[in-house]
T-cell receptor
Framework: TQLLEQSPQFLSIQEGENLTVYCNSS?????LQWYRQEPGEGPVLLVT?????EVKKLKRLTFQFGDARKDSSLHITAAQPGDTGLYLC???????????FGDGTTLTVKP | DTGVSQDPRHKITKRGQNVTFRCDPI?????LYWYRQTLGQGPEFLTY????????KSRLLSDRFSAERPKGSFSTLEIQRTEQGDSAMYLC????????????FGDGTRLSIL
């Protein structure tokens, strides 16, 4: 069974601060996605990473895929209240079928 | 319509009743996935289709659950003899094959069992 552990589970910060959240596994994934989910809505795709060591930037968000393709991180610079939400990582295994999700990091950015 | 749509958005029913949910994927996507999400957890995989073929089912999908995608377009998920433990958000996602293509989610159906 492939498991993804996300940390921290909850994070509350002030507007303007930087933060990093982590997604770790003992399994290798062929790709990994990060999603953001708001209450009552479905997850919205932020990024897909495929290559070990890959770094992708999306405005103030920086995503990194570990060299061994077992872990990933999401760094947010100068967080804003609009960044508040549940951040989920999901990995696709070598069988290229279902995605395995972590339980997410709930981020609250206070104005 | 450029996104995944799910119907209904909310369903409240009494224990023991049958319920059916519908998912319309992004039109050019040949893969369709069903997940279940409870409060404080990430989505849990239930099943997925490629075109009309159901390729994988989770052991979470008991014999009370059945999913179909008869024409390779929309899909239905039926739960028979609902139990209180079935209360959850049921999410549908679609993607292109192969499976490492990103999945795009609908806003889910919130099921509440009284």
């Amino acid at each position: 069974t492939q498991l993804l552990e996300q940390s921290p589970q909850f994070l509350s910060i002030q507007e303007g601060e930087n933060l990093t959240v982590y997604c770790n596994s003992s399994s290798v994934f062929s790709s990994l996605q990060w999603y953001r989910q708001e209450p009552g809505e479905g997850p919205v795709l932020l990024v897909t990473v495929v290559t070990g060591g890959e770094v992708k930037k999306l405005k103030r968000l920086t995503f990194q895929f570990g060299d061994a393709r077992k872990d990933s991180s999401l760094h947010i610079t100068a967080a804003q209240p609009g960044d508040t939400g549940l951040y989920l990582c999901a990995g696709v295994g070598s069988n290229a079928g279902k995605s395995t999700f972590g339980d997410g990091t709930t981020l609250t950015v206070k104005p | 319509d450029t996104g995944v749509s799910q119907d209904p958005r909310h369903k409240i029913t009494k224990r023991g009743q049958n319920v059916t949910f519908r998912c319309d994927p992004i039109s050019e996507h040949n893969r369709l996935y069903w997940y279940r999400q409870t409060l404080g957890q990430g989505p849990e995989f239930l099943t997925y289709f490629q075109n009309e073929a159901q390729l994988e089912k989770s052991r979470l999908l008991s014999d009370r659950f059945s999913a179909e995608r008869p024409k390779g377009s929309f899909s239905t998920l039926e739960i028979q003899r609902t139990e209180q433990g079935d209360s959850a958000m049921y999410l549908c996602a679609s993607s292109l094959a192969p499976g490492n293509q990103p999945q795009h989610f609908g806003d889910g159906t919130r099921l509440s069992i009284l």
